[in-house]
T-cell receptor, first 113, second 117 residues
Framework: KAGVTQTPRYLIKTRGQQVTLSCSPI?????VSWYQQTPGQGLQFLFE???????NKGNFPGRFSGRQFSNSRSEMNVSTLELGDSALYLC????????????FGEGSRLTVL | AQTVTQSQPEMSVQEAETVTLSCTYD???????LFWYKQPPSRQMILVIR??????QNATENRFSVNFQKAAKSFSLKISDSQLGDAAMYFC??????????????FGKGTKLSVKP
């Protein structure tokens, strides 16, 4: 069974631009969540989607948004990029919202110049 | 709100020896999941072991085992017969099983494990 797939793996943007990251969950998994990982703040929860609805949101500004499609694939978008948005963005999938473990993708490394 | 604390930023172990990584957490819930995840330098987060709070028996996966002390809110990971491939960042994580809004993982800051040959 294929794992969680994230694209792109690496990207470089400049301040003020926007970026869209994509995540394909494990087949059959209906919940997709996103985490931001930085050396200073560690792993922070962004949001979680289930059945195309955002069910849970972390403490991030409105510049961070996401969505989930009917096939459970998810995208997250960051608008008006700031230097502090440079991070590894991890996507994780699970069968549902409250059961069991999460399975992670390899991440998308965003650098903002 | 739940919190997870890993008090050892870095640890080192000799190959073939045993090492224990510490994790404490705080919650008012009675049922939840606890996990240890491993993140090697290649970055992909891999599940090492999971524990369901209602189970008193400590989880074991090959060379990895946990010491789950629910009353003390402690969840340590023991790695036996350490191998070079065990070198990685290890994250302790909590996940609620209750219905409501908070089904996400709450992570500790991580422990960087080095394995010496």
């Amino acid at each position: 069974k294929a794992g969680v797939t994230q694209t792109p793996r690496y990207l470089i943007k400049t301040r003020g631009q926007q970026v869209t990251l994509s995540c394909s969950p494990i087949s059959g998994h209906r919940s997709v969540s996103w985490y931001q990982q930085t050396p200073g703040q560690g792993l922070q929860f962004l949001f979680e989607y289930f059945s195309e609805t955002q069910r849970n949101k972390g403490n991030f500004p409105g510049r961070f948004s996401g969505r989930q499609f009917s096939n459970s694939r998810s995208e997250m978008n960051v608008s008006t990029l700031e230097l502090g948005d440079s991070a590894l963005y991890l996507c994780a999938s699970s069968l549902d919202l409250y059961t069991g473990e999460l399975f992670f993708g390899e991440g998308s490394r965003l650098t903002v110049l | 709100a739940q919190t997870v604390t890993q008090s050892q930023p870095e640890m080192s172990v000799q190959e073939a020896e045993t090492v224990t990584l510490s994790c404490t957490y705080d919650t008012s819930e009675s049922d939840y999941y606890l996990f240890w995840y491993k993140q090697p330098p290649s970055r992909q987060m891999i599940l090492v072991i999971r524990q369901e709070a209602y189970k008193q028996q400590n989880a074991t996966e090959n060379r990895f085992s946990v010491n789950f002390q629910k009353a003390a809110k402690s969840f340590s990971l023991k790695i036996s017969d350490s191998q070079l491939g065990d070198a990685a960042m290890y994250f302790c994580a909590y996940r609620s099983t209750y219905g409501g809004s908070q089904g996400n993982l709450i992570f500790g800051k991580g422990t960087k494990l080095s394995v010496k040959p």
